[in-house]
């Protein structure tokens, strides 16, 4: 059983910055995969970063790509997900989650095994 922690969300102006951290309980962290996403309001949950088991490759959101980055602590048991020049579309729940049998660089929902609760994300024009 792997328990996920988001924090670090908030309320901030368009052009902010934001750093998101995701603690994950247990002793094997080192040998998931890890992922970001988000869903706002009304719409499907999106694929927004992925990092590998020992942090040496990451994937990104054409969305995102360029203004956020993903990084990894294993020692911390730790994620985080560094959000540069937010924008307002940018505004939506943001959940970690842990894919612990990596094939590939999935950006796939459902490859995912656990999940954070979430942390809200608001971005003001």
């Known amino acids: 059983q792997v328990q996920l922690v988001e924090s670090g969300g908030g309320l901030v102006q368009a052009g902010g910055s934001l750093r998101l951290s995701c603690a994950a309980s247990?002793?094997?962290?080192?040998?998931?995969?890890m992922g970001w996403f988000r869903q706002a309001p009304g719409k499907e949950r999106e694929f927004v970063a992925y990092i590998s088991r020992g942090g040496g490759y990451t994937r990104y959101a054409d969305s995102v790509k360029g203004r956020f980055t993903i990084s990894r602590d294993n020692v911390k048991n730790t994620v985080y997900l560094e959000m540069n020049s937010l924008k307002p579309e940018d505004t939506a729940a943001y959940y970690c989650?842990?894919?612990?049998?990596?094939?590939?660089?999935?950006?796939?929902?459902?490859?995912?095994?656990?999940w954070g609760q979430g942390t809200q994300v608001t971005v003001s024009s």
């Open positions: 989650a842990a894919d612990t049998n990596p094939v590939g660089s999935t950006t796939h929902v459902d490859d995912y095994d656990y």
């Open positions: 247990g002793r094997s962290f080192s040998s998931y995969a």
